[in-house]
């Protein structure tokens, strides 16, 4: 456990640091070791921090058992977190973190258009659809005998107030970011119909 620690913390102050001769010869091994699950980031301090509140929100396309098709309503996944956090003394990181981090990680990958930019782009996309199919698992979201087949997600994005004594005037009304729909694997989608897969919904 402590090499593992000392690693890690190794892996991250490299990530950090200005290029050096070990990032220039081992840079591949450590963003293999950093991204997506330890990216690291400076917006919670000046001069520029974040004053937004983003939601990821997520619905499905569904096959149900009947030969059916429907589409849920929207899962705002953020907020499910925001509850398990509430009043927890000690929250896991995952509740924390992985759905937050996964969102950002996206974002720097694509541009506007949801496009992706740089090597990297693919992966973020894997990686969040995997969090929103293991997220619809959870909530059952295909039903009894139900196959989840697509899924969409999107951000709802809203100022933070400034306060009271600020003169500083902006906008309250929330945007949203809406991607493009995304197929479920078929072999995953059959794993999860079977109850035996790790993601998508049962």
């Known amino acids: 456990?402590?090499?593992?620690?000392?690693?890690?913390?190794g892996m991250v102050f490299l990530?950090?640091?200005?290029?050096?001769?070990?990032?220039?010869?081992?840079?591949?091994?450590?963003?293999?070791?950093?991204?997506?699950?330890?990216?690291?980031?400076w917006k919670l301090f000046a001069p520029n921090p974040l004053?937004?509140?983003?939601?990821?929100?997520?619905?499905?396309?569904v096959a149900t058992a009947g030969g059916g098709a429907r589409t849920t309503g929207w899962y705002d996944l953020s907020a499910q977190d925001g509850r398990a956090i509430d009043g927890n003394l000690l929250p896991s990181h995952t509740q924390q973190n992985e759905l937050r981090r996964a969102w950002d990680f996206?974002?720097?990958?694509?541009d506007a258009e949801n496009r992706p930019v740089g090597l990297r782009g693919a992966l973020s996309e894997t990686y969040l659809r995997r969090i929103v199919e293991l997220r619809l698992d959870r909530?059952?979201?295909?039903?009894?005998?139900?196959?989840?087949?697509?899924?969409?997600?999107?951000?709802?994005?809203?100022?933070?107030?400034?306060?009271?004594?600020?003169?500083?005037?902006?906008s309250n009304k929330p945007s949203l970011r809406v991607l493009p729909w995304w197929s479920?694997?078929?072999d995953q989608a059959a794993a999860d119909a079977a109850g035996t897969g790790t993601g998508g919904a049962r």
């Open 106 to 110: 996206f974002v720097a990958t694509h």
């Open 15 to 41: 990530h950090v640091a200005p290029p050096n001769t070990v990032t220039k010869k081992h840079g591949q091994a450590i963003d293999d070791w950093i991204y997506p699950e330890f990216e690291q980031n």
């Open 184 to 186: 479920v694997p078929e």
């Open 1 to 9: 456990m402590a090499i593992a620690v000392c690693v890690h913390i």
């Open 51 to 61: 004053q937004q509140n983003i939601a990821v929100q997520v619905r499905a396309q």
């Open 139 to 170: 909530a059952g979201a295909a039903g009894e005998g139900g196959v989840v087949e697509r899924v969409q997600v999107r951000s709802r994005t809203t100022n933070v107030p400034p306060p009271k004594w600020s003169d500083e005037q902006i």
